[in-house]
């Protein structure tokens, strides 16, 4: 399985308030190698209006962070690579850091996992969503379930797949751990499908551990025969650039 969303990065280098910890990382690829992830999309938040001019560092530190977690992977034989990404909050900003190449891509591809508001309504999300496929990128919108009960719920997961964007949905969701709503919207985008991946959403190997295949009988029961594979391998390895 390929894992689309993951932040197993920060405890390998400093990008977050959370303390490196190489011991923690090691236990979550462990955890998703059991499960029988192969690949793991790291996606660790990147929020560029709290970075101000540390966004290119920021973005080296997370391509020197992969390399030197697949080290420590290699090293500790767990059949586990990740590839880079990052969880891109939604701001103004993104299509100018688009055009410095400065956006972190989902493995070798061109898609990037950009992360709505579900605090408040940004008027200018589609505008910016838009810039960015302009610009050559392909959105592809973290934990879209989210929306059910947020002010940018106006914005219709059936819209912004015809726009070419697409939908990435976590199992934590499916399984009812964010609430009836949000389920409900995370079985329907899978019904109707519309969604292009999962995700553990990973922050920890205890309370948000690295599996993805505890919703496989969610996804079946909304998806029918064959769309757990078609999440969990055919479309993101598209997404990752391997297809």
Same mark, same amino acid.
């Given at each position: 399985?390929?894992?689309?969303?993951?932040?197993?990065?920060?405890?390998?280098?400093?990008?977050?308030?959370?303390?490196?910890?190489?011991?923690?990382?090691?236990?979550?690829?462990?955890?998703?190698?059991?499960?029988?992830?192969?690949?793991?999309?790291?996606?660790?938040?990147?929020?560029?209006?709290?970075?101000?001019?540390?966004?290119?560092?920021?973005?080296?530190?997370?391509?020197?962070?992969?390399?030197?977690?697949?080290?420590?992977?290699?090293?500790?034989?767990?059949? +586990? $690579?990740?590839?880079?990404? /990052?969880?891109? *909050?939604?701001? =103004?900003?993104?299509?100018?850091? @688009?055009?410095?190449?400065? &956006?972190?891509?989902?493995?070798?591809?061109?898609?990037?996992?950009?992360?709505?508001?579900?605090?408040?309504?940004?008027?200018?999300?589609?505008?910016?969503?838009?810039?960015?496929?302009?610009?050559?990128?392909?959105?592809?919108?973290?934990? +879209? $379930?989210?929306?059910?009960? /947020?002010?940018? *719920?106006?914005? =219709?997961?059936?819209?912004?797949? @015809?726009?070419?964007?697409? &939908?990435?949905?976590?199992?934590?969701?499916?399984?009812?751990?964010?609430?009836?709503?949000?389920?409900?919207?995370?079985?329907?985008?899978?019904?109707?499908?519309?969604?292009?991946?999962?995700?553990?959403?990973?922050?920890?190997?205890?309370?948000?551990?690295?599996?993805?295949?505890?919703?496989?009988?969610?996804? =079946?029961?909304?998806?029918?025969?064959?769309?757990?594979?078609? &999440?969990?391998?055919?479309?993101?390895?598209?997404?990752?650039?391997?297809?």
């Amino acid at each position: 399985m390929i894992e689309l969303h993951n932040h197993i990065l920060r405890y390998v280098v400093p990008i977050h308030r959370t303390k490196p910890d190489a011991d923690v990382a090691l236990r979550m690829a462990r955890i998703a190698a059991a499960d029988g992830i192969r690949i793991i999309t790291s996606t660790p938040h990147f929020r560029p209006p709290l970075l101000g001019d540390r966004v290119s560092e920021v973005v080296e530190l997370m391509r020197v962070g992969v390399e030197r977690l697949n080290e420590m992977l290699r090293e500790e034989q767990v059949p +586990v $690579e990740v590839v880079g990404g /990052a969880e891109i *909050q939604l701001c =103004e900003e993104l299509p100018e850091l @688009a055009a410095e190449g400065l &956006l972190p891509t989902l493995g070798e591809g061109r898609h990037v996992m950009v992360e709505l508001p579900v605090a408040s309504y940004a008027a200018y999300a589609e505008n910016v969503l838009f810039e960015l496929q302009i610009k050559g990128y392909a959105p592809l919108i973290a934990h +879209v $379930e989210r929306l059910a009960s /947020a002010p940018v *719920q106006e914005i =219709e997961p059936e819209e912004l797949v @015809a726009r070419g964007i697409k &939908l990435q949905v976590n199992c934590e969701s499916l399984c009812g751990k964010r609430g009836r709503e949000v389920a409900h919207l995370a079985q329907d985008v899978i019904r109707r499908g519309l969604a292009s991946g999962l995700g553990s959403d990973a922050h920890d190997p205890e309370s948000s551990p690295p599996r993805i295949s505890v919703c496989r009988g969610a996804v =079946e029961r909304a998806g029918g025969r064959g769309s757990f594979e078609r &999440l969990t391998w055919d479309e993101p390895l598209a997404i990752i650039g391997r297809a």
